[in-house]
């Protein structure tokens, strides 16, 4: 069993920066790929970044210049540092694992507004 437990969202006004944590706890070792994804209000979720063994890291197209997805493998600790964010980065954001099947934090909330 996996459990992953994020942090550090919060309201930020358009341009401003937050880093999200995402500490996972049970079997799970830097081969597993983390993740992280995020859902508006009435949207699906989405593929925010994305961090696969050997540290090699992907970002969605809306992201990409502004958002950096990192790991602390010996905190077993998964990072989103978002930077210069906009109106629309708004959302829930989820910490996702691959193990022996996909695990799901409980989600953090992100607003940018004025």
């Known amino acids: 069993q996996v459990q992953l437990v994020e942090s550090g969202g919060g309201s930020v006004q358009p341009g401003g920066s937050l880093r999200l944590s995402c500490a996972a706890s049970?079997?799970?070792?830097?081969?597993?790929?983390m993740a992280w994804y995020r859902q508006a209000p009435g949207q699906q979720r989405e593929l925010v970044a994305i961090?696969?063994?050997?540290?090699?890291?992907r970002s969605a197209d809306s992201v990409k210049g502004r958002f950096t997805i990192s790991r602390d493998n010996a905190k077993k600790t998964v990072y989103l540092q978002m930077n210069d964010l906009k109106f629309e980065d708004t959302a829930v954001y989820y910490c996702?694992?691959?193990?022996?099947?996909?695990?799901w934090g409980q989600g953090t909330q992100v607003t940018v507004s004025s």
């Open positions: 996702y694992a691959y193990v022996d099947k996909a695990y």
């Open positions: 049970g079997t799970i070792s830097s081969r597993n790929t």
């Open positions: 961090m696969i063994v050997g540290g090699i890291a």
